[in-house]
């Protein structure tokens, strides 16, 4: 299906819609108000309703969305409706953790591939996966059709696993190391970062 280009914002904005939905949607609740999702998002309602009126509008007026239409129609949107396999390096904490979630979006997103260049972490398992070397990844990328990569490395290391994940094809990275990469203009690049999220918070919290 063929869908409409969004603005960059707008796409970082659905997932935020979606989780809602999805959580109104499991408690059965049919309809909701640009101004109900407004309160619970702390977002401006005319936002969303501009948000959601750029893929057509569905809000009826006095009722709502309807929700169980909305989350079918961003997943569509996000793309979310097909199987997304997902490449991480560094298998340390942070990589381990995440891929102990191993959940993301209803498990049709998940990690398919784990890599590092710890001999001693090479072979053993993760959940249902085994830890491979670095120099399996390209292999991988092309025999798991691989698509998006995650960056669990030190610092030093990301660019050269960034380099590499591109190289082998991968179209999407999401970057944990805190250092800016580089990637070419059609690989798309997020940045997850916990200290900058701490470090802005502190500015809000009151000295006691
Ligand atoms: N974004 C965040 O909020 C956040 C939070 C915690 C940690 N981090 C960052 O995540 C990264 C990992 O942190 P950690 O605590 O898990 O570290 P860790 O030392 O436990 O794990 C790093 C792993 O990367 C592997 N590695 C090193 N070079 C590699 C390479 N070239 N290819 C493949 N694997 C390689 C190591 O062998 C190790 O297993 C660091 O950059 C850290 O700063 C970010």
Same mark, same amino acid.
């Given at each position: 299906?063929?869908?409409?280009?969004?603005?960059?914002? $707008? $796409?970082?904005r659905?997932?935020?819609?979606?989780?809602?939905?999805?959580?109104?949607?499991?408690?059965?609740?049919r309809?909701?108000?640009?101004?109900?999702?407004?309160?619970?998002?702390?977002?401006n309602?005319?936002?969303?309703?501009?948000d959601?009126?750029?893929?057509?509008?569905?809000?009826?007026?006095?009722?709502?969305?309807?929700?169980?239409?909305?989350?079918?129609?961003?997943?569509?949107?996000l793309?979310?409706?097909?199987?997304?396999?997902?490449?991480?390096?560094?298998?340390?904490?942070?990589?381990?953790?995440l891929?102990?979630?191993?959940?993301?979006?209803?498990?049709?997103?998940?990690?398919?591939?784990?890599?590092?260049?710890?001999?001693?972490?090479?072979?053993?398992? $993760?959940?249902?996966?085994?830890?491979?070397?670095?120099?399996?990844?390209?292999?991988?990328?092309?025999?798991?059709?691989?698509?998006?990569?995650?960056?669990t490395?030190?610092?030093?290391?990301?660019?050269? $696993?960034?380099?590499?994940?591109?190289?082998?094809?991968?179209?999407g990275?999401?970057?944990?190391?805190?250092?800016?990469?580089?990637?070419?203009?059609?690989?798309?690049?997020?940045?997850?970062?916990?200290?900058?999220?701490?470090?802005?918070?502190?500015?809000?919290?009151?000295?006691?």
């Amino acid at each position: 299906m063929k869908t409409p280009k969004i603005s960059k914002a $707008v $796409v970082r904005r659905l997932p935020v819609y979606l989780r809602y939905l999805q959580l109104l949607d499991e408690m059965n609740i049919r309809t909701v108000s640009s101004y109900e999702l407004g309160q619970k998002l702390d977002m401006n309602p005319a936002q969303i309703r501009k948000d959601l009126a750029y893929f057509g509008e569905f809000g009826r007026k006095g009722i709502g969305y309807e929700v169980g239409y909305l989350v079918e129609k961003i997943k569509q949107i996000l793309k979310l409706d097909r199987h997304l396999n997902v490449a991480l390096v560094g298998a340390g904490h942070l990589g381990i953790a995440l891929s102990n979630y191993n959940r993301y979006t209803n498990e049709k997103m998940s990690i398919a591939a784990i890599f590092d260049t710890d001999r001693e972490k090479i072979g053993t398992q $993760v959940g249902n996966l085994i830890i491979q070397h670095i120099d399996e990844l390209e292999q991988a990328v092309r025999e798991k059709e691989i698509r998006i990569g995650m960056i669990t490395v030190p610092a030093p290391y990301a660019q050269g $696993v960034a380099d590499r994940l591109v190289e082998a094809g991968v179209k999407g990275i999401l970057n944990f190391a805190p250092v800016s990469l580089l990637v070419p203009s059609d690989v798309h690049l997020r940045s997850a970062d916990v200290t900058t999220e701490l470090q802005s918070l502190a500015y809000y919290i009151e000295e006691s």
